[in-house]
């Protein structure tokens, strides 16, 4: 028996979160009815990495696409600078003072939250406290990016209720992923880089977001594979981006690049592939390159973290040009060198990620890969339509023959970004 994560639908997910505020903050019981109500539901998708893994903070380029998965939040501004909230998916709930939040050393699942405000402030942004309830049908910790969801979930209520009119424009929303990066780098702690916030806060229904993490450019890509479907596999292995992996694959790549005295990888990969016309001499290019990069680092680990970067930049190019042409087949195959490279190179798979990889391969998936952070998390599959639930038997059953726990899959298309879900007039102020 194959478990699916079913998405919420709008309406289900304001209801839900919606009833969680008011029966967690009675006493705020002036809203509509005589109810505490919330001055209006925001919600934030989760995504699903298609390619371009570990790229982001070395500059380079990733590709994206927004999950139908969303956490949503209910806010109210308060009077005052404390933050006060609750979630869905734990018990604690979490208190915070906004003018005293770093010196406080506040800590646990509340500073996804209140990091966005204070980073907002930090800005120079005139961000009041408030009371907030969230609650996700994006899997928690699954590398489907459930951190960078309730951030921007945050995000776009603050934008709304603080009158900071940055969610109209994309230049608007790229300073609300710059907060939200602050929040997740600086307060939660989480080193990650910033494709997971552009990816909640940027990217539109049906299409990919390809993010040039060198300058946050964006380009918005149709994502509609014709004959296949996205099959995402939670594996439910442990995951953590706190431990140290994460952050020790991030100062390995800092150091190269140190060594090789750039900014960034992708800065050694343009010195040698800023004139490319075609993909056949950047794929050369490529390999010159990463053969140049290799022997001026002396360290074999840091040789091969390197050469994952390179050529997983080069992929994404490649990847994005045969999206645009909608060769899905040859698409797959730059999935899977995607996923060795992340196996062999970068190290960051583990057994249950290889195993799903494998599995899907093996049922006729035309590509598939580990996407996010790794070190656990979750998998996709490009499958030819009408095999999806085919394919998810074959790598439960995998799971079950390696003693696994059970993985858990869901299904998406490209869908919208980041806002709002319902503002009742008479509640926003
Ligand atoms: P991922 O982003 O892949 O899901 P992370 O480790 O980056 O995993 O982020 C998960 C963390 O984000 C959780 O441990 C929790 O602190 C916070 N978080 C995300 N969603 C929620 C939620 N709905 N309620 C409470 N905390 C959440
Ligand atoms: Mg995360």
Do not use: K
Not at 120 to 128: K, T
Not at 194 to 206: K, N, V, Y
Not at 314 to 337: I, K, N, Y
Not at 398 to 406: T, W
Request: glycine share 10%.
């Amino acid at each position: 028996m194959t478990t699916w994560l079913q998405a919420w639908t709008p309406s289900d997910g304001a209801a839900r979160v919606t009833a969680l505020f008011t029966s967690s903050f009675p006493e705020l019981g002036d809203g509509v009815g005589g109810v505490s109500a919330p001055s209006g539901v925001w919600a934030a998708p989760g995504r699903v990495n298609l390619i371009g893994e570990h790229t982001d903070y070395n500059g380079g380029l990733c590709l994206p696409i927004a999950l139908e998965h969303r956490t949503f939040v209910a806010l109210r501004p308060r009077t005052d600078s404390r933050v006060r909230l609750v979630s869905g998916q734990t018990d604690q709930a979490w208190e915070a003072d906004l003018d005293t939040l770093i010196e406080d050393g506040a800590h646990g699942w509340g500073t996804y939250v209140a990091g966005v405000a204070w980073a907002l402030r930090e800005a120079g942004l005139d961000v009041p406290g408030f009371d907030a309830a969230v609650t996700s049908c994006v899997p928690f910790g699954a590398g489907l990016s459930s951190s960078a969801a309730i951030e921007a979930a945050v995000a776009v209520a603050l934008d709304q209720v603080a009158g900071l009119g940055l969610i109209s424009s994309d230049e608007g929303r790229r300073q609300l992923v710059e907060a939200c990066i602050r929040a997740e780098n600086e307060v939660a702690g989480a080193a990650t880089g910033g494709m997971d916030q552009a990816a909640s806060l940027r990217s539109a229904e049906g299409f990919a977001l390809a993010l040039d993490c060198l300058d946050n450019s964006v380009h918005l890509e149709p994502f509609a594979p014709v004959g296949y479907e996205l099959l995402v596999i939670d594996t439910r292995a442990p995951h953590s981006l706190n431990d140290g992996q994460y952050a020790s694959r991030r100062a390995t790549c800092d150091a190269a690049a140190a060594r090789l005295g750039v900014p960034t990888l992708r800065h050694w990969l343009d010195r040698y592939d800023a004139n490319q016309t075609d993909l056949a001499v950047a794929e050369a290019m490529t390999a010159l390159t990463a053969l140049t990069a290799l022997t001026a680092l002396t360290e074999e680990t840091e040789r091969h973290r390197v050469r994952h970067v390179l050529t997983e930049i080069a992929r994404t190019r490649e990847a994005w040009s045969l999206m645009r042409a909608g060769d899905w087949p040859a698409f797959g195959a730059l999935m899977d060198a995607s996923h060795e490279s992340l196996r062999l190179d970068y190290e960051v798979t583990v057994g249950e990620l290889d195993t799903a990889v494998a599995a899907a391969r093996a049922a006729g998936a035309v590509g598939a890969r580990m996407t996010g952070g790794g070190f656990g998390g979750s998998a996709i599959a490009l499958v030819p339509e009408g095999t999806t639930a085919q394919v998810a038997a074959a790598v439960h059953e995998a799971f079950a023959q390696a003693g696994f726990g059970a993985p858990a899959f869901l299904v998406s298309r490209a869908a919208g970004p980041a806002g709002a879900v319902t503002v009742p007039a008479s509640t926003t102020s």
